[in-house]
Structures are given as structure tokens and as C-alpha cells.
């Protein structure tokens, strides 16, 4: 007899109770054995589906598992300093003077809370103890669009180009007073940022004149531009307060004048209409039910 066999025999003999019959015995001794067979298969099975369990391609398949809950945005956290503001204040000035367009854009319009033209109005008057008083005090009333009622006009006249870097010059956006541009094939220019080495690579040699590339340029008009002007151009600033009463915000206005110049010399530019050069841009309408089947 095979000895795992005989061993298993006389493990289910152990089990069997002594006091029983033969017949009784034997009978016992095959259900213990069926018994003991299934005790085995039900141990062995789960083993067997434990060690060849593949793994879980749910998880790695589907991107949305293990990647971070974004917290929720604290809007009282959220704040713009006066700095910042005064920044993109500045960012629009620079924009506005394109060699592109006209010399004389349409106001800077800004609604701006109370306390940042407190501050911007600090800067007018060079941090003095004394506040500049405005040039021009206006009042009018407005009954051909909201806000309706009567309200006046602060009107400040900068003459001097240093006294306007100072006030709008800040860390983070300087203010340039001159730009440089290139133009394009299609009749369109575009900002051109000079590097610092790049005079080196147009410097006048002995056998060589000096070549520099062609010069576009706009300037900020302030003060006296010729000899002959008499009256200085000015860059404006007006200030209406209280256009929201409730809120303390008022409104800001910048009106200035820029030239141009193409290597060097004066060139009077009018606004035109550019050709259509880039295609239509196509908006669609996003809804409540696009947002759900994203």
C-alpha cells in the first residue's frame, strides 16, 4: 500500500469512535473520508485563487483613481495689492502704444476702488505732505446712460515724462516709455525685444560701415516734443469717484499721445483697417449639458 494512503487511513482510524460496529465502521470511515477530502479542497482552492489573482486593471486603467481631491478655493484668501493692480494699469499703457495703430488711442477706462486711487494719488503728488490739487474740476450730469445722476471730474495734467515713470513705474512692470518693433511681410508689426549683445553684432569695422536693421519705433508724448511747441502735451488723468456709491468704486481715465518713428524720423501713422488675414474664429455656446457629458 502506498504510504500517504496508509498514512491517511489511519488519520481517518484515529478520528473513527472505538465503541462502534464493524459495518457501522466502515460506513463511518467513508464519510469521514469524503469529509476529510472536501476540508482538504476548500483549504487548497482559496490558496490557489490567492496566489494566481491577477491584478486589478481597474485601478491602473481608470485615471481617476489616485489622483488628488483639489481643495476648494478660500475666496477669502484671495486678495490684489495695490502694486499688482498698478501693474497691469501699466501693462495696458505699454499695449496701447503699438506701431500699428494711431497715435492717439481712446482713454484707458479702470474701475477702481476708492483706496487704490488714495494710493495712486500719493504717487501724483511725489509722496508729499501736501496733495497736488487737480488741474480741472468738472461737473456734469449724466442722463444718457447708468449710473444717472450728477457727478464731477478730478482732471490731473502731467507735463514732465520722469514725474509719469514715477508714477506708474513698479517692480513688476516697467513702464517703457519707448517701443521697438519689426514688420512684418503682411503689413503687421510686431514688439521687438533688442538683446544686449546684439549691437555687437552690427559694430562699425574698419572695412565695414555700420549696418543696423530697420528702426520702428514709438515714444510717449509728454512736455514740449519740438522747440517750437508752445503748449506741452499733457497726459491726463481724471478721476470720478463714487460711479458705485455702495461699493466705493470710482473711475479711472488715462488719455495720453504717442508718436512713431522709422529709423530715426518722424512718421505720422492714421488707424487703418487691416486686410482679413487670419480666418474667422468660430465660438460655440458651452451649456449646462456639454459641461455634464465632459
Not at 455702495?246 to 488707424?271: A, W
Request: hydrophobic share 35%.
Amino acid at each position: 500500500m502506498d504510504p500517504d494512503t496508509l498514512h491517511f487511513s489511519q488519520s481517518i482510524l484515529s478520528d473513527a469512535p472505538q465503541d462502534l460496529h464493524p459495518s457501522q465502521t466502515t460506513q463511518q470511515l467513508e464519510m469521514l473520508s469524503v469529509k476529510r477530502k472536501r476540508q482538504d479542497h476548500s483549504t487548497v482552492a482559496p490558496l490557489q485563487e490567492v496566489s494566481g489573482k491577477k491584478p486589478n486593471s481597474t485601478r491602473r486603467n481608470n485615471p481617476a483613481i489616485g489622483v488628488r481631491k483639489q481643495e476648494p478655493i478660500d475666496e477669502n484668501a484671495a486678495s490684489i495689492t495695490f502694486v499688482q493692480w498698478l501693474a497691469s494699469v501699466t501693462e495696458r499703457i505699454n499695449q496701447a502704444m503699438h506701431f500699428q495703430f494711431s497715435g492717439k488711442p481712446d482713454p484707458l477706462v479702470f474701475h477702481v476702488p476708492q483706496f487704490f486711487f488714495d494710493c495712486l494719488r500719493e504717487r501724483i503728488s511725489c509722496g508729499g505732505k501736501k496733495k497736488r490739487l487737480p488741474n480741472f474740476t468738472t461737473g456734469f450730469v449724466r442722463r444718457d446712460a447708468v449710473p444717472l445722476g450728477t457727478f464731477t471730474k478730478y482732471t490731473w495734467h502731467i507735463t514732465n515724462i520722469i514725474h509719469v515713470k514715477q508714477i506708474f513705474e513698479t517692480p513688476l512692470m516697467p513702464l517703457e516709455i519707448t517701443r521697438s518693433f519689426v514688420e512684418n511681410r503682411d503689413g503687421t508689426y510686431e514688439p521687438f525685444n533688442r538683446r544686449k549683445d546684439e549691437n555687437e553684432a552690427f559694430r562699425k569695422t574698419d572695412s565695414q560701415p555700420l549696418i543696423k536693421p530697420l528702426e520702428l519705433k514709438t515714444f510717449l508724448k509728454v512736455g514740449n516734443m519740438s522747440p517750437d511747441q508752445q503748449e506741452p502735451t499733457p497726459f491726463l488723468i481724471e478721476w470720478i469717484p463714487d460711479i458705485l456709491p455702495i461699493s466705493k468704486i470710482g473711475e479711472l481715465r488715462i488719455k495720453f499721445e504717442f508718436g512713431h518713428q522709422r529709423n530715426g524720423q518722424p512718421e505720422k501713422r492714421t488707424q487703418r483697417p487691416l486686410a482679413r488675414a487670419v480666418p474667422d474664429i468660430s465660438i460655440t455656446r458651452i451649456t449646462n449639458q456639454h459641461l455634464l457629458q465632459l
